[in-house]
């Protein structure tokens, strides 16, 4: 678990502004993703990646945007085009194969960033 | 599509009594089936998983079980504490060549003392 970084922890958007959330791992996992969570509620999948340039939209894609232009790193974009954004951010990983927590293979999250609209 | 149905949404129980939250899959060739424990405000923690040639796994008082038949499988903890108050959510991993995992909605559990 302490391998996945995130940040900030906090952070608060205006109106019609992009924000950047960070996420680095230094397990070596080939996988990376992105999920929302809104208050009591699940895990939304935003956008995850299998490689290094390349990147798949989850269930709930749009307004956000991502790159991976590194093994360790995985940035979310959260445009103004994103209506409501405020949720709790979390950056996971996770090695090949997807599973074998043994091996530390499963999928692991970062502490989360909180974004709150003000 | 794929999916996991996760029962029941919440679950109260007495300190001392055991709890039980289920999970259902629909991708046949789903191999990896982890449980996470997430305490409010915080990330969710693996706190056990089982693979797809196994059909029963334990660890001191949490164990998972797994019916390949039936696609589904369900999470079991026994002498419950206070301590075990939060949020479960169980995950199942699609067909081989993918990372993508799918998770259930959760079960917020409280355990009363």
């Known amino acids: 678990d302490g391998g996945i970084t995130q940040s900030p922890k906090y952070l608060f958007r205006k109106e019609g502004q992009n924000v950047t959330l960070s996420c680095e791992q230094n397990?070596?996992?080939?996988?990376m993703y992105w999920y929302r969570q809104d208050p009591g509620q699940g895990l939304r999948l935003i956008y995850y990646?299998?490689?290094?340039?390349?990147?798949q939209k989850g269930d709930i894609a749009e307004g956000y945007s991502v790159s991976r232009e590194k093994k360790e790193s995985f940035p979310l974009t959260v445009t103004s085009a994103q209506k409501n954004p405020t949720a709790f951010y979390l950056c996971?990983?996770?090695?090949?194969?997807?599973?074998?927590?043994?091996?530390?293979?499963?999928?692991?999250f970062g502490e989360g960033s909180w974004l709150t609209v003000v | 599509g794929e999916n996991v149905e996760q029962h029941p949404s919440t679950l109260s129980v007495q300190e001392g009594d055991s709890a039980v939250i289920k999970c259902t899959y629909s991708?046949?060739?789903?191999?990896?089936f982890p449980w996470y424990k997430q305490e409010l405000g915080k990330r969710p923690q693996l706190i056990i998983d089982i693979r797809s040639n196994v059909g029963e796994k334990k660890d001191q008082r949490i164990a998972v079980t797994l019916n390949k038949t039936a696609k589904h499988f369900s999470l079991h903890i026994t002498e419950t504490q206070p301590e075990d108050s939060a949020v479960y959510f169980c995950?199942?991993?699609?067909?081989?060549?993918?990372?993508?995992?799918?998770f259930g909605t959760g079960t917020r559990l409280k355990v009363l003392a």
């Open positions: 990646s299998q490689i290094v340039n390349d990147f």
């Open positions: 995950a199942a991993t699609l067909s081989q060549g993918t990372y993508k995992y799918i």
């Open positions: 996971a990983s996770s090695g090949f194969p997807p599973e074998t927590s043994t091996y530390g293979n499963t999928i692991y």
């Open positions: 397990l070596n996992h080939d996988a």
């Open positions: 991708d046949s060739a789903s191999n990896y």
